[in-house]
């Protein structure tokens, strides 16, 4: 077997390999780019609520158009048709007829449910007590509502668990159905059954909801009938569409403008399909070393691939252009050196993310070490083989004088270069406050209409937005309530202290059964209660033995049956008791929303007194904005430090490599200058810089290298021949093009790295030129 | 504009010989005139299940045309406060607040006193059939609900006064309970 035989023998066999494995590989557009690796206690809470919190559940839906009965019309249709679908678990428009579920079991279940329920409730005193005070509660303009239940709770057992439940802001009612404050719209709150997480389930219940909604529009006959809707899912789905849509077309938009430089370069199929070889191999190896790591590939990393294309072609480029009049072997000792210099600059950027903690950095960055790598070794090793000696490349010398000429104009612009950039270093320095955007936000890949949209529906339906919570952690189910209605008569006390104005709590509505237990050993037997009572409301104005229906129903509550998680079946507290208490593998957790104090909007709990009140409980509490916060500046700091730290790897490495200060500095002086540059042009352009940014200067100077080596090569021999200068050249604008066309992204991510790595890879080789040796031949 | 000035015009066409015989549009002209004012009040309910009637009391303050106050001293102290279409209602901590235009039956409740107060006899028609007997001094205004879902919870509201001073005001409802408000202005300088 020939040489070329067996090298692309051993290239396919890999590569099958690799695409059994990218075939099999898991890819994802979810949220869990952005969250931890190595999640703190609280951030674990933050990461479990985006990943299968209730909240991830809820899409909020806005009817449009018609009049306000024609919206309500609509709205009743979509409820009716979407409650009967096995996807949905809970649709709420606002009708009453949905409460009435809930009424029933709070009332039947009143004496195990109700924190008043205590042995002294049912002395003579408690007796007299608290019917004399529904009573007067008789009096009261509410009077008329608690009037029927009276002879059957007369304690008012009732209004003591409805007052508990109050969540504050209550969508508006128009025509019976919920609506927006300015009345234009109808509006429904629906929870889907499937994760939030699980974004092929929820793209099928959105697209369920619309066509419902066509269906519920049509047959109520409003032919001007829209449909808004929003939610985490929306999110999640839009994104992976945005994802989905961005990789393959910034792929082929980088792909063809490739091409097409290297059919103007080589004017040879072959050698264009030998040239795009190393890069097929680099884009398979990258996702096969991260679907092997990481189990599961990011449709971000995919992107990234726009830009890998750009970079691991110049190997080739180098090898084509550069050995054409050479041969291999001469290149391999003349040139190879330099670009494995170059190579493992580019290695030691790309390495330093990947002890990132942020999973979509650490992503990228083993995705771009190992295409790199493998698309340099593919070149060193199986391209030479396969290509033979015979490859004439077009000859590039005529490039050689405009090039040339290039290089002396930018040398005579040495000082212009230094003024600007000590103008650039200025702005920056003036700037430094507003460079950097505030938080996770930034990296977002939902647009900014979208969140706005979703602030607007949030609004209008008072849907939760749990920044406060109190986080418990137990055993079991038991442990798990117990503690909760532990945890909740401290939070009781902060409520009559008013530094929280509520809570929620799973307890509520499913007590412990040691509480029920408890519960209902307070009720007397029915002669004894029977007895207290005649003498408890001896002057009441209301007899006893009108209280007849009140014995019964004590009687009757002794007996039932204690509260279980199936009894909650069938009514919507079934979905507050599921999100607010979870299984885990091991254990079980609470979560206890805190609400600001009433009348305060969007006003800040005062943390401090409330941590040291839960001090005495299990309860651990969160601020989710605090933690997002956090989590992001987390991130931001660990990213200064692994691009310092890809730096100074990078330094270590020419500084041993070059063996000399004079050639080190030339070489990074042309790069610094480059990350000076282009993030005052950045900044200046607009845009509030952020950790990806931060990441693409550390790789303008680890991709920048490799051009601003070839100058000190040329220095070091004293000639910087043709063909060189032509391969530099050619290998610039394609790097240049692969992260360019990132630029064009919508996703921040990719956007972000594009437009600093594609004018900074640009900037790295002119400006190594201005800085190269004048006495050079 | 000019069709309003006409429609002035024709009223007090209409109002005129009116001046003689006492009757709604007079009433709700000087109940209009009322810009607001202090009452106490002492409300007695009488309900079937006890043996005696729940009485309360306070002081109630009225700002013209839709901010409405009552606070109950005796026998828990409890505020309700009407502003616009927002109901308030405090007691002991509890704070509890209604948006009216989301109830309709209970804004049709609501519109009886403040339809009287303020003399929109407009919105009074919207959901009561109106009657009227005495003279300027000594009124009895009688209001039947005309929805049924409103003769549902009230099946007659009786408001009596003098001149534009409303002196009581009385409930019955549909289980054959009723209730009594009675009002004495305060005196305000």
Known sequence: ?777 | MIKRLFGCLFLLALALPATAAFDVGQLMTDLAKNKGGKAKFTEKKYISLLDKPVVSSGEMSYTAPDRLEKRTLVPKVETLLLDKDMLSIEREKQKLSINLANQPEALAFVDSIRGTLSGNRAALEKNYALHLSGNADKWVLTLLPSDQKISALVLRITVSGSKSLIRSIEYLQADGDRSVLNMEPIETK
Request: hydrophobic share 50%.
């Open chain 1, 1 to 777: 077997m020939s040489a070329a035989a067996r090298a692309f023998l051993i290239w396919l066999l890999a590569s099958m390999a690799g695409a059994a494995v990218v075939w099999n590989s898991h890819f994802s557009a979810d949220m869990s780019f952005f969250l931890p690796a190595r999640p703190s206690a609280a951030q674990q809470v933050l990461v479990d609520q985006l990943k299968e919190g209730v909240v991830t559940r809820l899409l909020m839906v806005a009817i449009e158009g018609g009049d306000a009965a024609q919206r309500a019309a609509v709205s009743r249709q979509l409820d009716g048709r979407l409650e009967k679908l096995p996807e949905f678990v809970s649709v709420q428009n606002g009708q009453a007829g949905n409460l009435n579920a809930d009424r029933d079991f709070l009332f039947r279940y009143r004496y195990l449910l109700s924190p008043a329920v205590k042995p002294e409730r049912f002395t003579v005193d408690g007796l007299r007590e608290s019917i004399a005070n529904s009573v007067d509660l008789l009096a009261s303009p509410a009077g008329m509502m608690i009037k029927p239940l009276l002879p059957r709770d007369p304690t008012g057992e009732m209004i003591e668990l409805l007052s508990g439940l109050n969540a504050g802001a209550q969508p508006y009612v128009q025509e019976g159905v919920w609506a927006s404050r300015d009345g234009q719209r109808a509006m429904l709150l629906i929870q889907s059954a499937a994760l939030g997480s699980d974004t092929d389930a929820q793209e099928q219940a959105i697209a369920t909801i619309r066509s419902e909604f066509a269906e519920s529009a049509r047959e109520a006959g409003i032919s001007d009938a829209r449909m808004v809707i929003s939610g985490p899912g929306v999110f999640a789905v839009k994104s992976r569409e945005t994802i989905k849509d961005e990789v393959s077309k910034l792929s082929a938009i980088s792909t063809l403008a490739i091409i097409g430089v290297l059919l103007f370069v080589y004017r040879s199929a072959r050698l264009l399909s030998l040239g795009l070889l190393p890069v097929v191999s680099g884009a398979l190896a990258g996702i096969v070393a991260v679907s092997l790591v990481y189990g599961t590939v990011f449709g971000i990393t995919v992107g990234f691939g726009a830009a890998l294309i750009g970079e691991a072609v110049d190997y080739s480029i180098y090898y084509f252009v550069q050995s054409g009049r050479l041969g291999a072997a001469e290149w391999r000792t003349r040139f190879w050196p330099t670009i494995r210099l170059g190579v493992l600059t580019s290695v030691c950027g790309f390495t330093a993310l990947l002890f990132s903690g942020f999973p979509g950095l650490a992503q990228l960055g083993l995705y771009s070490l190992s295409g790199v790598l493998t698309a340099a070794l593919v070149t060193r090793f199986i391209l030479p083989a396969l290509a033979g000696n015979d490859h004439p490349v077009r000859d590039l010398s005529h490039l050689a004088s405009p090039l040339n000429a290039g290089i002396r104009a930018m040398q005579s612009l040495r000082w212009p270069v230094i003024l600007l950039t000590v103008a650039a270093t200025t702005v920056l320095v003036i700037d430094r406050h507003e460079l950097w955007h505030p938080n996770l936000s930034a990296l977002s890949t939902v647009s900014a209409e979208d969140t706005a949209t979703d602030m607007a529906l949030r609004a209008d339906i008072g849907a939760p937005d749990s920044r406060y919570m109190a986080v418990i952690t137990a055993p079991d189910r038991e442990a798990a309530l117990q503690a909760a209605e532990r945890a909740g008569r401290q939070l009781d006390a902060l409520v009559a202290q008013g530094i929280i104005g509520g809570y929620d709590s799973p307890a509520r509505f499913l007590p412990s059964q040691a509480m029920q237990a408890a519960r209902r050993a307070s009720l007397p037997a029915g002669d004894e209660l029977a007895a207290r009572l005649q003498l408890a409301q001896a002057d009441s104005p209301l007899a006893a033995n009108k209280l007849g229906a009140f014995l019964d129903e004590v009687a009757r509550a002794k007996e039932q049956g204690s509260i279980t998680r199936e009894t909650l079946n069938g009514t919507s507290l079934s979905l507050a008791v599921d999100s607010l208490l979870m299984q885990r593998p091991d254990s079980w957790s609470v979560l206890l929303p805190l609400r600001p104090p009433a009348g305060d909007k969007n006003v800040e709990i005062r943390i401090e007194p409330v941590r040291a009140a839960l001090a005495a409980s299990d309860a651990l509490l969160i601020d989710m904005k605090f933690e997002f916060d956090r989590l992001y500046n987390d991130y931001l700091d660990e990213a200064t430090l692994l691009s310092l730290a890809g730096f100074a790897a990078i330094v270590a490495l020419l500084a041993v490599t070059l063996r000399s200060a004079r050639r080190l500095g030339a070489v990074l002086l042309p790069l610094l200058l480059a990350v000076i540059l282009v993030i005052a042009g950045v900044h200046l352009g607009g845009e509030q810089l952020h950790l990806m940014h931060l990441i693409g200067m550390l790789l303008i100077v680890a991709v920048g290298s490799n051009y601003a080596l070839f100058f000190d090569r040329a220095g070091k021999e004293n000639r910087l021949d043709a063909p060189t200068l032509a391969s530099m050249a050619v290998a610039n604008l394609t790097t240049a093009i692969g992260f360019g066309t990132l630029a064009l992204s919508s996703v921040p991510v990719l956007h972000a790295v594009g437009i600093t790595v594609g004018p900074g890879a640009v900037l790295a080789l002119l400006l190594a030129a201005c800085f190269s040796g004048k006495d050079r031949a």
